[in-house]
């Protein structure tokens, strides 16, 4: 019995420590895009300005991505499960 309470006290000391591992397994890094409107946009509630980029769709690229993706999972299984 003695034995079972030492291996209790001690896996529950283990989990309990386990739950601060990655706290101090980090670095702090300057931020060098910090304030700079085309990636995070002109406040942090509004979207980047990079997103603002819209291309037009070229068929071409559609038909080299459906073969690529028949040739990689088989044909008739591209957008399942999308």
Known sequence: ???????????????????????????EQKDVRQGDEWVYGVSPDSAASQLKNKYTANPELEKRTKAIQEKMFGAGKSNEGA
């Open 1 to 27: 019995m003695k034995k079972f309470s030492v291996l209790l006290f001690a896996g529950v000391a283990i989990s309990l420590t386990s739950c601060d591992y990655q706290k101090n397994n980090r670095i």
